[in-house]
């Protein structure tokens, strides 16, 4: 094996700041308008300013606590459902082809009918959000309980270990990398429905800054919004890491 | 005074408590569906004996196994532990299984304590010592090798100093001089702690090497019953040894 050269850490770095700094060039030269796409500078600037006038930490601070909010609601739906049917023969007979129905419709053709149903206030985009998480954290956990090795259930039982027991130390922490690759798919989601939500209908948020600044042309603050989607999709994924590292450690 | 003192002493940790369970199978059958893999079977297990089965593929060995461990229910006959009917898992009965199954999400140590309460890790670490492992207490069961995880599965077995202890081909897995190291260690156990055994076991050399008594199970019956009265530690160059050996060998090999 060679030896990793001093440099070698910077050049997956070295495309991306080429771009930027092609992107920097086109639009200082004129050839790039501004009405198509600001310069970087230029949203830097915006990214500045918004941020001095407090109406990015505002916005970032709901869209988040939408987020937040939505993925809990669903999350722990979906997580209970998926032990139940997981767990339970009775229940996965009972709940799961229902559940599997739901699923393939996709929630976001809902919007419509969710407007209809909560105009454009809170409820809504935390229904949709809820719902876009809720699959694929049921899926996960579902497949991870149903997975879960026999032999180490019986030997659980052969060992004296209680219901509760078995649960806490062998089926949830077996489930455990299933359950979180549910919870990895379920942020993707997480952020997409909102997205789409906000920019449909909203009175605040990442989603709305950017629709209002559609009307007015201002192409870098709508750069602004989606760059700092792609910041909070990153954050979550960073989130989504760490919980692996913690709870995983073992299968390193 | 010293009378009760003594009575005392029997009572919580003496003799009677730690010492083997009988085990007593009369007139088992077990079918499953169309299958009948044990054909009224009569065996008895004196507390403290070492008891080796051996037998074919599917003769119904693990069968009669999981039936005593309470794991599986009998179609028909009766089976007793100490005398009492056997009705699921019973507290004093412990089974290693051919595969390691411990948890590979808990250290080495929590997996052998896995079960109990109290002041649970002297006693642990205790059980790991016994079978040379205590330098591993903190490692994850992926960074040890498959005889190290028996091992440890063994001690987790006897953390609950069980009065009988079934062993469902344990060693299957292991590679030879892993195997009889691991048969000296459960035999130097067995000595010292007087539980009664059921091992399992299509290896011949090893139900001889430590079983007071081997059994044959042929097709779901007792097709063989033979005590092994050679002085421990047993020698495998041994002409006696040699002898009940094929003796039994070809007993299995016969149908």
């Not at chain 1, 850490?9 to 030269?29: C, D, E, F, R, Y």
């Not at chain 1, 198509?36 to 941020?51: G, M, N």
């Not at chain 1, 949709?128 to 879960?148: D, E, K, Q």
Request: charged content about 20%; proline content about 4%.
């Amino acid at each position: 094996m060679k030896e990793a050269k001093f440099y070698e850490p910077a050049i997956p770095w070295a495309l991306p700041v080429l771009i930027v700094l092609a992107w920097q060039l086109a639009s200082q030269s004129g050839w790039l308008s501004s009405r198509i796409l600001p310069s970087p500078s230029a949203v830097v600037a915006a990214a500045w300013e918004l941020s001095l006038s407090g109406e990015l930490w505002s916005n970032l601070l709901a869209s988040f606590k939408r987020a937040a909010t939505g993925f809990v609601i669903g999350g722990s739906i979906g997580f209970s459902l998926g032990l139940l049917t997981g767990a339970s023969r009775y229940f996965d007979l009972l709940l799961d082809s229902t559940i599997q129905m739901i699923r393939n419709i996709p929630h976001l053709a809902l919007i419509p009918l969710v407007i209809i149903w909560f105009g454009i206030g809170e409820e809504g985009k935390l229904f949709l959000v809820a719902l876009g998480v809720m699959f694929p954290i049921y899926i996960n956990t579902h497949h991870g309980i149903r997975s879960v090795d026999k032999g180490l259930i019986e030997m659980g039982r052969v060992y004296g270990l209680s219901k509760w027991g078995l649960f806490y130390e062998v089926m949830l922490p077996s489930a455990m990398s299933s359950i979180l690759v549910g919870v990895r798919f379920a942020l993707g989601f997480m952020w997409l429905t909102l997205i789409v939500a906000e920019t449909i209908a909203s009175d605040s948020g990442i989603g709305k800054m950017a629709m209002d600044a559609r009307e007015f042309m201002q192409t870098d603050i709508v750069v602004v919004a989606i760059l700092l989607y792609a910041l909070l999709g990153k954050l979550a994924d960073v989130l989504a890491r760490y919980m692996e590292r913690k709870w995983l450690r073992w299968s390193r | 005074m010293t009378m009760n003192n003594k009575a005392n002493a029997s009572s919580s940790a003496g003799p009677d408590n730690d010492a083997g369970l009988a085990v007593s199978v009369r007139q088992v059958t077990k079918r499953f569906g169309e299958k009948t893999v044990l054909h009224s079977l009569d065996l008895s297990i004196a507390p403290g004996e070492f008891l080796a089965i051996v037998g074919r593929s599917g003769c119904g060995k693990s069968t009669l196994l999981r039936l005593i461990g309470g794991l599986d229910s009998v179609t028909s006959g009766s089976l007793a532990i100490d005398g009492k009917p056997v009705s699921g898992i019973n507290q004093h009965t412990r089974i290693m299984f051919q595969e390691h199954r411990l948890l590979p999400w808990r250290s080495i140590l929590d997996n052998v304590g896995l079960g109990m309460k109290g002041n649970w890790e002297t006693v642990a670490k205790d059980a790991l010592n016994q079978v040379g492992l205590a330098d591993k207490a903190d490692d994850w069961p992926s960074m040890l090798s498959g005889g190290q995880r028996q091992r440890v599965a063994l001690a987790r077995a006897l953390v609950h100093r069980p009065r009988l202890l079934l062993l469902d081909e344990p060693l299957g897995a292991l590679d030879a001089l892993t195997r009889i190291e691991m048969q000296r260690l459960l035999e130097s156990l067995w000595l010292r702690n007087q539980f009664s055994v059921v091992l399992i076991t299509h290896d011949v050399d090893e139900a001889i090497a430590l079983a007071d008594r081997v059994v044959l199970i042929e097709e779901g019956k007792i097709g063989m019953n033979e005590r092994v009265d050679l002085p421990r530690p047993r020698q495998r160059g041994s002409a006696q040894f040699g002898e009940l050996t094929e003796l039994v060998l070809n007993r299995v090999l016969a149908k």
